[in-house]
């Protein structure tokens, strides 16, 4: 095996595996499910990078494909409606795992847990930007590229969700970084 | 303040990771299975032809020949039975006759095959005297092959004496000179012509003529055989009674299909059993002349007069087969009137 590429792929995962974790611990509320899908994730990448597949933005490369195998995953599950995951305005649901089902403790505050309550409680069109600009402080190219849709049109839902999310918070000061 | 909540709100959630082991036996898993993992193939791939376009051009360089061959088979197939009048015929005797000619590897194979196609001529011939299409421009077509097929069966004939591969080419040259002149003659009547035989002449350096009529030029084909065959010297005489009493089995054989023959019904019919008859009463004369040379001593000549009682009887038994054959095809052209 390469191990110049090994060396690359594993550079990649030790600065990236906790973001797509959490990303997918998050909305499937499943910490072993989460597991397999940044597994999977991680994999694709592994085969791409094998296979000399040109990779402009590693990092959005790798939120998509977990995004898509999340929804994957919700398809499979049929808890939501199909419509509900794909519409353009992306109606996304954020979880926040709960320890007494999933088994597992959980290391989240209660400021953590609100600001993700009031995350998921912004439309549906909002919550994906505004998490993957705060949580994991992706840029809104990076963004716009993950959802499928124009950077412009991902700046205007972080602002748009960010003026949301101020109301249902509080939060006032220094909200647009 | 409430930046601050905000700030650690997010440190908060940055705080959900996986734990070492987890990062560990994630990044393990991923570089074991990573090579050996492969995207599933559909079970129908195999069936599908645009999908094997596009991974591969070795399909187009199969497909392509296939069209080539299955379309041509297709034209090969229906040229078969082509008649002069077709335009597949030229693909049938240019291309498909000769390609079966050069798979004829020895001079008597080669000759059979001759012989075969001189007939399949004279029986086209037939088919479309028979529905009024034989005109002179098919006529001299025909005609053109019956000479090469005549020239190429003597050819063959002598190649297989010098190549001694000759045990079996006096029955080829028997049966050819019963063809020719048993379809000469049902040609002769089909298109209501001169019925009485001309005689040809016995001149070894007879010309088959292109102009001149099909039946003709088969009895002209048939005579040029009979004189190779009478220029052959015979003292065999074990071989001569062995082929006397052949002779003898195939008269009394020809002889009984004749009894139990249908009536006849049309013109036609009657002069294919007036024919049979002739040609049959020939073959006995002959016989009867092979014996009478045979105990004057003569055994060369007896032996020439056997071979015409052969052929006569091969003759009739042919002539009597078409008399049935065009019965059957009143019949069938009667049903399908009424």
Same mark, same amino acid.
């Given at each position: 095996?390469?191990?110049?590429?090994?060396?690359?792929?594993?550079?990649? +995962?030790?600065?990236?595996?906790?973001?797509?974790?959490?990303?997918? *611990? /998050?909305?499937?509320?499943?910490?072993?499910?989460? $597991? &397999?899908?940044?597994?999977?994730?991680?994999?694709?990448?592994?085969?791409?990078?094998?296979?000399?597949?040109?990779?402009?933005?590693?990092?959005?490369?790798?939120?998509?494909?977990?995004?898509?195998?999340i929804i994957d995953w919700y398809r499979?599950k049929?808890s939501l409606?199909?419509?509900?995951m794909?519409?353009?305005?992306?109606?996304?649901? +954020?979880?926040?795992?709960?320890?007494?089902?999933?088994?597992?403790? *959980? /290391?989240?505050?209660?400021?953590?847990?609100?600001? $993700? &309550?009031?995350?998921?409680?912004?439309?549906?069109?909002?919550?994906?930007?505004?998490?993957?600009?705060?949580?994991?402080?992706?840029?809104?190219?990076?963004?716009?590229?993950?959802?499928?849709?124009?950077?412009?049109?991902?700046?205007?839902?972080?602002?748009?969700?960010?003026?949301?999310?101020?109301?249902?918070?509080?939060?006032?000061?220094?909200?647009?970084? | 303040?409430?930046?601050?909540?905000?700030?650690?709100?997010?440190?908060?959630?940055?705080?959900?990771?996986?734990?070492?082991?987890?990062?560990?036996?994630?990044?393990?898993?991923?570089?074991?299975?990573?090579?050996?993992?492969?995207?599933?193939?559909?079970?129908?791939?195999?069936?599908?032809?645009?999908?094997?376009?596009?991974?591969?051009?070795?399909?187009?360089?199969?497909?392509?020949?296939?069209?080539?061959?299955?379309?041509?088979?297709?034209?090969?197939?229906?040229?078969?039975?082509?008649?002069?009048?077709?335009?597949?015929?030229?693909?049938?005797?240019?291309?498909?006759?000769?390609?079966?000619?050069?798979?004829?590897?020895?001079?008597?194979?080669?000759?059979?095959?001759?012989?075969?196609?001189?007939?399949?001529?004279?029986?086209?011939?037939?088919?479309?005297?028979?529905?009024?299409?034989?005109?002179?421009?098919?006529?001299?077509?025909?005609?053109?092959?019956?000479?090469?097929?005549?020239?190429?069966?003597?050819?063959?004939?002598?190649?297989?004496?010098?190549?001694?591969?000759?045990?079996?080419?006096?029955?080829?040259?028997?049966?050819?000179?019963?063809?020719?002149?048993?379809?000469?003659?049902?040609?002769?009547?089909?298109?209501?012509?001169?019925?009485?035989?001309?005689?040809?002449?016995?001149?070894?350096?007879?010309?088959?003529?292109?102009?001149?009529?099909?039946?003709?030029?088969?009895?002209?084909?048939?005579?040029?055989?009979?004189?190779?065959?009478?220029?052959?010297?015979?003292?065999?005489?074990?071989?001569?009674?062995?082929?006397?009493?052949?002779?003898?089995?195939?008269?009394?054989?020809?002889?009984?299909?004749?009894?139990?023959?249908?009536?006849?019904?049309?013109?036609?019919?009657?002069?294919?059993?007036?024919?049979?008859?002739?040609?049959?009463?020939?073959?006995?004369?002959?016989?009867?002349?092979?014996?009478?040379?045979?105990?004057?001593?003569?055994?060369?000549?007896?032996?020439?007069?056997?071979?015409?009682?052969?052929?006569?009887?091969?003759?009739?038994?042919?002539?009597?087969?078409?008399?049935?054959?065009?019965?059957?095809?009143?019949?069938?052209?009667?049903?399908?009137?009424?």
């Amino acid at each position: 095996m390469n191990t110049d590429l090994i060396n690359e792929f594993e550079k990649i +995962y030790s600065a990236n595996s906790d973001a797509i974790f959490r990303f997918c *611990l /998050i909305r499937v509320s499943d910490r072993e499910q989460a $597991l &397999d899908i940044t597994q999977e994730t991680f994999l694709r990448l592994w085969q791409n990078i094998q296979e000399g597949k040109e990779i402009l933005n590693y990092r959005a490369f790798i939120f998509t494909i977990a995004r898509r195998l999340i929804i994957d995953w919700y398809r499979k599950k049929k808890s939501l409606s199909l419509d509900s995951m794909t519409t353009d305005d992306g109606d996304n649901v +954020y979880d926040v795992p709960d320890s007494s089902t999933t088994g597992e403790k *959980l /290391i989240l505050g209660t400021e953590g847990r609100y600001l $993700l &309550d009031k995350i998921n409680e912004l439309e549906p069109s909002y919550r994906e930007p505004l998490y993957l600009r705060f949580a994991e402080d992706l840029s809104p190219p990076e963004i716009g590229k993950i959802l499928g849709i124009s950077t412009n049109a991902a700046s205007v839902r972080i602002n748009r969700g960010i003026a949301e999310l101020r109301k249902k918070t509080g939060y006032k000061d220094e909200m647009n970084k | 303040m409430e930046n601050k909540k905000l700030q650690n709100g997010i440190k908060e959630i940055n705080k959900i990771v996986m734990t070492p082991d987890e990062k560990k036996r994630v990044f393990e898993n991923i570089l074991k299975t990573g090579t050996s993992v492969k995207p599933i193939q559909s079970p129908w791939f195999g069936y599908s032809f645009v999908l094997m376009m596009k991974q591969t051009k070795l399909v187009y360089f199969i497909l392509v020949p296939l069209i080539f061959i299955l379309t041509g088979g297709g034209v090969v197939f229906a040229s078969q039975d082509s008649l002069p009048d077709s335009i597949l015929y030229p693909i049938k005797v240019s291309v498909i006759e000769p390609i079966e000619g050069a798979l004829s590897f020895s001079p008597k194979a080669k000759a059979k095959h001759e012989s075969k196609l001189a007939s399949t001529r004279l029986i086209e011939a037939e088919t479309l005297a028979s529905h009024g299409k034989l005109d002179i421009k098919q006529e001299k077509k025909i005609n053109k092959l019956l000479v090469s097929h005549t020239i190429a069966l003597n050819k063959a004939l002598d190649n297989a004496d010098k190549s001694n591969d000759n045990k079996d080419t006096e029955e080829i040259a028997t049966n050819f000179r019963a063809e020719m002149n048993a379809h000469a003659r049902v040609l002769d009547i089909i298109t209501e012509g001169d019925k009485q035989t001309e005689n040809v002449d016995n001149n070894v350096n007879v010309n088959i003529d292109e102009n001149i009529k099909i039946s003709k030029n088969a009895r002209v084909g048939a005579e040029k055989i009979k004189i190779r065959q009478d220029k052959k010297n015979f003292n065999n005489v074990d071989k001569y009674i062995k082929r006397k009493e052949e002779v003898k089995s195939l008269i009394n054989i020809a002889g009984q299909g004749l009894e139990v023959a249908p009536i006849s019904q049309t013109k036609i019919e009657q002069a294919t059993v007036d024919g049979t008859n002739e040609t049959l009463d020939q073959a006995k004369k002959y016989l009867e002349e092979a014996d009478k040379k045979e105990k004057e001593g003569n055994s060369g000549e007896a032996y020439s007069s056997l071979l015409d009682s052969e052929s006569s009887v091969k003759e009739a038994d042919i002539f009597l087969k078409t008399r049935l054959n065009l019965k059957e095809k009143s019949n069938y052209e009667k049903d399908n009137n009424n």
